[in-house]
C-alpha cells in the first residue's frame, strides 16, 4: 500500500519583523483554512504534522480537528531562515535565486539550502518509515516545502517555489519502498 503525504503551504499571513514563529493568518488566511479543510476532508489522513511556525499549525488546524487528530509540532520542519540580517525587499527574489542554485552557499546568520533539506528529510524519512501505506497532512512553508520536493526530483527549484501560493497543497505518493511515484497539486 501506498503512502500519501499532504504539504500543505501555510495561508496568508501578515508578515511581522521578527516575529516569525508567532505570527498568524490574516482573515483570508483564516477563510482559506476552510477551503484546505473542504478539499482535504474525505481523505481519511491518519496523522497530522507541523512546523512549529504558527502559521502553518493554525492553516491545518481545522483540518486536524475535523479528523479528531491532534498536530504532532517537528521543530526540523521550520522555514529555513536565509539571513539573521535583513536582505532587503530589492534583494529578497534574488537571495532566494541564489540560495537555490547554490545549495551550500550561506547568508550571514542563515542556513544552506542543503542544511535545511536534510534536516527536514529526517524528518520525512522517519514518517514514512513509521507510517507506511497512511496518509500524513504536513503543515509547511514554500521554501522548506521546495526543498523537500527537490530532494526527490531535482527539477523543483527557485521557479516551483516562486509560482505556489498561499496556501497550497500538495500530494506525494510513495511507493511502499518509500519511492516518491507522483506530485499532484491539490489547490485550486
Same mark, same amino acid.
Given at each position: 500500500?501506498?503512502?500519501?503525504?499532504?504539504?500543505?503551504?501555510?495561508?496568508?499571513?501578515? %508578515?511581522? $519583523?521578527?516575529?516569525?514563529?508567532?505570527?498568524?493568518?490574516?482573515?483570508?488566511? /483564516?477563510?482559506?483554512?476552510?477551503?484546505? =479543510?473542504?478539499?482535504?476532508?474525505? #481523505? !481519511?489522513?491518519? $496523522?497530522?504534522?507541523?512546523? &512549529?511556525?504558527?502559521?502553518?499549525?493554525? @492553516?491545518? !488546524?481545522?483540518?486536524?480537528?475535523? *479528523?479528531? =487528530?491532534?498536530?504532532?509540532?517537528?521543530?526540523?520542519?521550520? #522555514?529555513?531562515?536565509?539571513? *539573521?540580517?535583513?536582505?532587503?525587499?530589492?534583494?529578497?527574489? #534574488?537571495?532566494? =535565486?541564489?540560495? %537555490?542554485?547554490? &545549495?551550500?552557499?550561506? %547568508?550571514? +546568520?542563515? #542556513?544552506?539550502?542543503?542544511?535545511?533539506?536534510?534536516? *527536514?528529510? *529526517?524528518?520525512?524519512?522517519?514518517?514514512?518509515?513509521?507510517?507506511? +501505506?497512511? /496518509?500524513?497532512?504536513?503543515? @509547511?512553508?514554500?521554501?522548506?516545502? @521546495?526543498?523537500?520536493?527537490?530532494?526527490?526530483? /531535482? @527539477?523543483? +527549484?527557485?521557479?516551483?517555489?516562486?509560482?505556489?501560493?498561499?496556501?497550497?497543497?500538495?500530494?506525494?505518493?510513495?511507493?511502499?519502498?518509500?519511492?516518491?511515484?507522483?506530485?499532484?497539486?491539490?489547490?485550486?
Amino acid at each position: 500500500m501506498n503512502t500519501i503525504i499532504y504539504f500543505i503551504r501555510h495561508a496568508e499571513s501578515v %508578515f511581522v $519583523e521578527g516575529a516569525e514563529r508567532e505570527r498568524g493568518l490574516t482573515e483570508k488566511g /483564516k477563510r482559506d483554512t476552510t477551503i484546505i =479543510r473542504d478539499i482535504l476532508k474525505d #481523505e !481519511q489522513i491518519d $496523522e497530522f504534522v507541523s512546523s &512549529p511556525y504558527k502559521r502553518a499549525v493554525d @492553516t491545518i !488546524q481545522l483540518l486536524a480537528d475535523t *479528523a479528531n =487528530r491532534p498536530i504532532r509540532i517537528e521543530e526540523d520542519l521550520r #522555514e529555513r531562515q536565509l539571513s *539573521a540580517v535583513d536582505l532587503g525587499k530589492d534583494r529578497f527574489f #534574488e537571495a532566494k =535565486r541564489r540560495a %537555490f542554485e547554490e &545549495p551550500d552557499y550561506v %547568508f550571514p +546568520g542563515g #542556513e544552506s539550502s542543503n542544511e535545511a533539506q536534510h534536516r *527536514a528529510i *529526517a524528518v520525512i524519512s522517519r514518517l514514512l518509515q513509521r507510517h507506511n +501505506g497512511k /496518509k500524513i497532512a504536513i503543515g @509547511t512553508h514554500g521554501d522548506i516545502m @521546495t526543498l523537500m520536493l527537490k530532494h526527490y526530483d /531535482k @527539477t523543483y +527549484g527557485f521557479d516551483f517555489w516562486k509560482s505556489t501560493t498561499m496556501p497550497d497543497i500538495y500530494r506525494l505518493e510513495f511507493d511502499p519502498s518509500n519511492r516518491l511515484t507522483g506530485v499532484t497539486r491539490r489547490w485550486k
